[in-house]
């Protein structure tokens, strides 16, 4: 069967500091990743997608930016984090080239940016 | 550009008892797909219920089924018997399929439903 991890799982850092944000899915190989933010009472948006590693797009310009450096291995990062990037961050897979499947989402990270 | 409208932001329902989540969706597409997800205090979204358009049959997963009315654009959510583990936020997600290149998920707002003993 097929998991998905994220770390850290709560993770408090000042503005302007550098970040880091791991997804990693297990079980499948050629998985559609996913990068997702839900502010506080919203919804999820949609921020990065792949399809491949390399192959990465966004959705939304922002303060943050993706990689995908191994097959299962997603990564969000920041150079500078603003208050704005405060939020809870959701990594997501799905089955390569089923247009139709469904996303299955990792257990987040809470970013507190102060 | 497709929406996703949940109108009730919290509900509230007795063990045991019915109790139905509503949304609507605006798009043009006639093949698409819908979703209920599922958000506990953990905060971990698990898949509750998937629909596809083009199927006239009402999904249904144990104790979850939905009321899909296409010509309507709505998706309401029904829970039989609630539990006091069905305490969650509720998303209403619609998929529009993208070739095999990607599934954009759009969420609505969500409805906090609370079980009460």
């Known amino acids: 069967s097929q998991t998905i991890h994220q770390w850290p799982a709560t993770l408090v850092q000042p503005v302007g500091s550098p970040l880091s944000l791991e997804c990693t899915v297990e079980?499948?190989?050629?998985?559609?990743l996913y990068w997702y933010r839900q502010a506080a009472g919203r919804g999820l948006q949609l921020l990065f997608y792949s399809i491949g590693i390399d192959q990465i797009s966004s959705e939304v310009p922002q303060n943050l930016s993706a990689s995908r450096p191994q097959d299962r291995q997603f990564i969000l990062s920041s150079k500078k984090l603003l208050l704005s990037d405060s939020g809870f961050y959701l990594c997501a897979w799905s089955f390569r080239g089923r247009s139709t499947d469904t996303q299955y989402f990792g257990p987040g990270t809470r970013l507190t940016v102060l | 550009a497709q929406t996703v409208t949940q109108s009730q932001p919290e509900m509230s329902v007795q063990e045991a008892e019915t109790v139905t989540l509503s949304c609507t969706y605006d798009?043009?597409?006639?093949?698409?797909?819908l979703f209920w997800y599922k958000q506990p205090p953990s905060r971990q979204m698990i898949l509750v219920i998937r629909?596809?358009?083009?199927?006239?049959q009402n999904a249904t997963e144990n104790r979850f089924s939905v009321n899909f009315q296409k010509a309507a654009k709505s998706f309401s959510l029904k829970i039989s018997d609630s539990q006091l583990g069905d305490t969650a936020m509720y998303f209403c997600?619609?998929?529009?399929?993208?070739?095999?290149?990607?599934?954009?998920?759009?969420f609505g707002t969500g409805t906090l439903l609370a079980v009460q003993p």
């Open positions: 079980g499948t190989s050629n998985p559609n």
């Open positions: 798009t043009s597409e006639n093949n698409y797909y």
């Open positions: 997600a619609f998929m529009k399929p993208d070739g095999g290149a990607t599934n954009k998920l759009i």
């Open positions: 629909q596809e358009a083009y199927k006239q």
